[in-house]
């Protein structure tokens, strides 16, 4: 068989090694996280279901039925955790605020105690009030060195070979 017809097919099946490391995405930078993200927490049991958003200087809590997703109107709130204790007050149907300004930025433990006039329930939740880390950095890794040298060294020798038969054919 051929050496040159051998020699291309190796690099021809080589190629494609050297870009495959590390399933980076290397297209367009994703789009950054909008500075309207509120930090969350939710809980829920088989009365109720509540969402915690940190909204500036105050903490909102929309509680809502779990079976039928209806507001609770008229319950009495209370909330510890995060530097936080007291009844939290309705602002509108299924809507209750209480002011934050004394939660840290960090991980909260919360205990929000409900109570309607034919139930009470006690549910807990874990608000992360930390600001977001900023994205990793990507880092070539040997391996991907590897690779590319590796490529390159197979297409010197192939370009060698190629001179090497150019100059035995020549002197003939």
């Not at 929309?62 to 007050?89: H, Q």
């Amino acid at each position: 068989m051929n050496p040159v017809v051998v020699l291309a097919a190796l690099l021809l099946f080589m190629t494609p090694a050297a870009f495959a490391h590390g399933d980076e995405d290397h297209g367009a930078p994703a789009p950054a996280v909008s500075k309207s993200v509120t930090p969350r927490a939710a809980a829920a049991s088989e009365e109720f279901e509540v969402v915690a958003a940190l909204e500036g200087k105050k903490l909102v809590l929309y509680l809502d039925r779990f079976a039928s997703n209806e507001p609770v109107a008229g319950a009495k709130v209370e909330i510890e955790g995060g530097g936080l204790t007291g009844v939290v007050a309705e602002t509108s149907p299924g809507v209750y605020t209480i002011d934050a300004a004394a939660m840290t930025p960090a991980k909260h433990p919360l205990t929000i105690s409900i109570e309607t006039a034919d139930s009470a329930d006690l549910l807990s939740a874990t608000i992360d009030a930390a600001p977001p880390q900023a994205g990793v950095e990507h880092v070539h890794g040997w391996g991907e060195w590897v690779a590319w040298l590796g490529a390159g060294a197979l297409a010197l020798a192939a370009g060698v070979l190629l001179m090497m038969r150019r100059r035995k054919q020549g002197a003939k």
